[in-house]
């Protein structure tokens, strides 16, 4: 079963930057997509940024320029890099990773971490 564990959320001001971890029980080269995802108060879940196994990074426009992803496959790690932090960037943040076998495809998740943008 895997297993994804994020860390690195908190309360940061305004204009701060925070560097969110997602580690994973397995190698991340198993996975043909690893994302991060949020979600705001009251609101659903929501894309933020994801990468292919190729490398190809997508990112939601709210967060483009702003933060970065990024993968460490000899720590079986995902990151998001967070800088310029507004206070609508304040949600729980997801790591999720999807694995394909065949023309199946697996989802899975983290438990979620907190981030709070607020002066």
């Known amino acids: 079963q895997v297993q994804l564990v994020e860390s690195g959320g908190g309360l940061v001001q305004p204009g701060g930057s925070l560097r969110l971890s997602c580690a994973a029980s397995g190698s991340i080269s198993n996975f043909y997509t690893m994302g991060w995802y949020r979600q705001p108060p009251g609101k659903q879940r929501e894309l933020v940024a994801r990468?292919?196994?190729?490398?190809?990074?997508n990112y939601s426009d709210s967060v483009k320029g702003r933060f970065t992803i990024s993968t460490d496959n000899a720590k079986n790690a995902v990151y998001l890099q967070m800088n310029s932090l507004k206070p609508e960037d304040t949600a729980v943040y997801y790591c999720?990773?999807?694995?394909?076998?065949?023309?199946?495809?697996?989802?899975?998740w983290g438990q979620g971490t907190q981030v709070t943008v607020s002066s």
């Open positions: 990468i292919r196994s190729a490398g190809i990074t």
């Open positions: 999720k990773a999807e694995k394909l076998v065949g023309s199946v495809r697996d989802d899975y």
